[in-house]
């Protein structure tokens, strides 16, 4: 069975955990010791009465993840003989909860003896058609029938009969098919998920995002104008900042304080919307089946063409550096998909855990704010380069720093010179890219369904 | 597709929960918790669940509160992913809960048809198509244009359960959509129901309100602590249930 899996056991306490546990260890071991198994159950009976579904999960376990079939019977018999004399209530609950593979011909026999007890002769008739066929069973057959006709009003067993029915069914299947496993997650496939989900889903994204651009400034009255104002003000606001430190800046400052933040803006809205993602949409998850990737791509989207839009508030600076574009303007949507495939990676990854502890997105606030001051937004990547950093470090910075490349590769795009920081990091950029979206998505795609679970 | 008689086959479906146990947890028991696995707490939603829908058919699902039939559904309609066993699941399914599809609450309704039609998986055409039909369906022609977080419950399912009859699923999911209509949109929805069934859609119906289920289903699969206890007629599983 799935990894998960191997250590599931519901308890209460220390002592009772202890004791599942050596239960565990006993039974899957190879050397036979019923006694001990025995001696343990009946003292975790007396920690902790309601036994049955831990228990479950045990015999689970070795099934399933030990593939040590005898041993789980063994310890199913064990467990339903001591039931049978303490709990008789808890024991059919457990008969009937378990997994029908642990059931063997002496548990069976335990099983039947106990519904014949209780008067419920239909249920028994149907548990003894499931053991072997002999003198023995001939025998117990005509007892039951004998007992049947001695009563006026049978006691209504309908349920146990079609409980028993089922068993008895199940434990013949069990025998003849081999166990079919849970279609693990690929590799490979996981990898393809994101892109081919957007692509199928394409009309129900871009349906998406105008809804998202229509509500967004839905009720202000400057509209889309807020998207310009505030990396206006920010730029401003940094310019000020420079002038009063006198540190030293290029001559297109402006312009690339500028497309620092708006693509920054971006960068950071798909880091915290994203890890919210699955979180926030939480009421269609839960009704309708999608692909979760697609409200992580959504909200990418949005960002997208939010900072296309956006980028439009530099066209005066343009004018006023008198910049004519040239085909390097290519660089700025390559670098704006390289930050947003970034962004996207992480919130694939963040957005599953953000299901289950909510501090995530907080830890994404605190990270992107940090992360605001340790990458070129409002400064560029050759301040950087020719300031007091020693090369080494320099060098590592470049390599975990993938975003403050891009930056620079969009400011490029208009000011029209590459920092000098080598080729070899270029290609290291995406290489690091490359790696961590393949980890991100694996990620996703395997703990997904787990994830939903905790919504 | 068209060939197959169920359309809907669970074989041994068996589905772990974690606890939620919010609040009771303190930063203390977390750290702990991060060394000792065991304390992870999980229980059993369904427990070897096996089930087959014939095609066309309408089976009711009754059982207490919290005995597993929302989930059950939820598994049937591909949101949660059984942790052990078989499911075949044939054909496009919608599932149907109380509140709606899923809206987004800032967009009128005409988009919101757009909306969640799309995502439950019809084109843009076919949804200009039937767009009338659907609106004069909910009965909501007035308010079409209003937002829908000013709409009631009962309006929401109005609008979600017209949007997913509308979309001609293979197989339907609902889940206690009829406790919030009144009783005019209930009759209506009821009998479309019941023409949607002639045209082989198979159905699957959550629902306390025994007089509904009585009127619509074939066979009532009786649920508890996430077992079905029987799947008979629906005369003998309602006695039954009744009586406990």
């Not at chain 1, 003000?233 to 900042?241: D, E, K, P, Q, S």
């Amino acid at each position: 069975m799935n990894t998960r899996g191997q250590q599931r056991f519901a308890s209460k306490g220390n002592q009772a955990q202890r004791l599942i546990k050596r239960i565990y260890n006993l039974s899957k071991s190879n050397s036979h010791q019923p006694e001990k198994i025995s001696k343990a159950l009946l003292s975790l009976y007396q920690e902790d009465s309601r036994i049955s579904q831990s228990m479950i999960y045990t015999i689970e376990n070795l099934i399933y993840s030990k593939q040590n079939i005898l041993a789980a019977q063994s310890l199913f018999f064990q467990i339903v003989k001591l039931l049978s004399i303490k709990d008789e209530d808890q024991c059919f609950d457990f008969i009937y909860s378990c997994d029908p593979k642990a059931i063997n011909d002496e548990s069976l026999e335990i099983a039947f003896d106990l519904h014949f007890k209780n008067e419920y002769y239909l249920a028994s008739l149907i548990l003894l058609d499931g053991l072997e066929q002999n003198n023995e069973t001939m025998e117990k057959r005509k007892l039951i029938i004998q007992s049947m006709k001695g009563e006026e009003e049978q006691k209504v067993d309908i349920i146990f009969q079609n409980q028993a029915s089922l068993l008895i069914t199940k434990r013949i299947n069990a025998k003849k098919t081999n166990e079919t496993k849970p279609n693990s997650t690929n590799f490979l496939s996981s990898l393809i998920e994101t892109p081919f989900v957007s692509w199928k889903y394409r009309d129900q994204l871009s349906r998406m995002i105008r809804r998202d651009l229509s509500v967004k400034y839905q009720k202000s009255i400057l509209g889309w104008v807020w998207g310009i104002i505030e990396p206006l003000a920010l730029t401003i606001t940094f310019l000020f900042l420079f002038d009063i430190l006198s540190a030293t800046t290029s001559e297109y400052m402006p312009l690339n304080i500028m497309i620092g933040i708006i693509i920054w803006s971006g960068f950071g809205q798909i880091m915290l919307r994203g890890t919210k993602s699955l979180e926030s949409n939480s009421a269609i998850l839960q009704r309708v089946k999608l692909p979760r990737q697609i409200f992580l791509l959504n909200i990418a989207g949005t960002a997208i063409v939010t900072v296309s839009l956006n980028i439009l508030a530099i066209i005066p600076l343009l004018f006023y550096y008198q910049i004519v574009p040239t085909w390097r303007i290519i660089l700025f949507p390559i670098a704006l998909i390289l930050v947003a495939i970034y962004a996207i990676s992480v919130s694939l990854f963040t957005s599953t855990i953000q299901t289950k502890w909510r501090d995530v997105s907080h830890f994404v606030t605190v990270a992107i704010r940090i992360g605001f001051y340790f990458t070129p937004v409002f400064f560029t990547l050759e301040m950087l380069i020719n300031g007091r950093i020693p090369p080494e470090f320099l060098t590592v910075y470049l390599i975990l720093n993938p975003v403050a490349i891009y930056l620079s590769l969009a400011r490029s795009a208009f000011t029209n010179d590459f920092v000098d920081i080598g080729n070899e990091f270029y290609w290291i950029s995406v290489l690091h890219l490359f790696i961590l979206y393949c980890l991100c998505s694996f990620w996703f795609s395997k703990n997904e369904d787990k994830a939903v679970k905790y919504l | 597709m068209k060939g197959s008689k169920y359309p809907i086959i669970l074989d041994d479906v068996v589905l772990d929960f974690p606890f939620h146990n919010a609040g009771k947890t303190t930063i203390q028991k977390q750290f702990l918790s991060l060394f000792k696995r065991q304390n992870k707490k999980w229980f059993r939603a369904l427990s070897g669940i096996d089930l087959k829908v014939k095609k066309g058919s309408v089976v009711g699902i009754i059982g207490d509160n919290g005995a597993g039939k929302s989930t059950l559904l939820r598994v049937i309609g591909g949101i949660y992913k059984p942790d052990r066993g078989i499911i075949s699941i044939e054909g496009n399914v919608i599932l149907l809960a109380s509140l709606g599809l899923g809206f987004s609450n800032d967009l009128p309704g005409r988009d919101n048809i757009y909306l969640t039609g799309g995502l439950i998986g019809m084109t843009e055409s076919e949804i200009a198509q039937k767009e009338n039909e659907i609106i004069e369906f909910s009965g909501l022609k007035d308010f079409i244009d209003a937002p829908i977080r000013t709409y009631s419950s009962g309006m929401r399912a109005r609008l979600g359960f017209s949007i997913a009859c509308h979309s001609q699923p293979d197989i339907l999911l609902l889940d206690e959509v009829f406790s919030v209509g009144d009783y005019e949109f209930r009759r209506k929805s009821k009998q479309k129901i019941l023409e949607m069934v002639e045209g082989d859609t198979t159905v699957v119906v959550v629902s306390h309100n025994i007089g509904t289920l009585e009127e619509i289903c074939d066979r009532i699969v009786y649920i508890e602590n996430g077992k079905i206890l029987m799947s008979t007629s629906k005369k003998y599983a309602i006695e039954l249930y009744q009586r406990r």
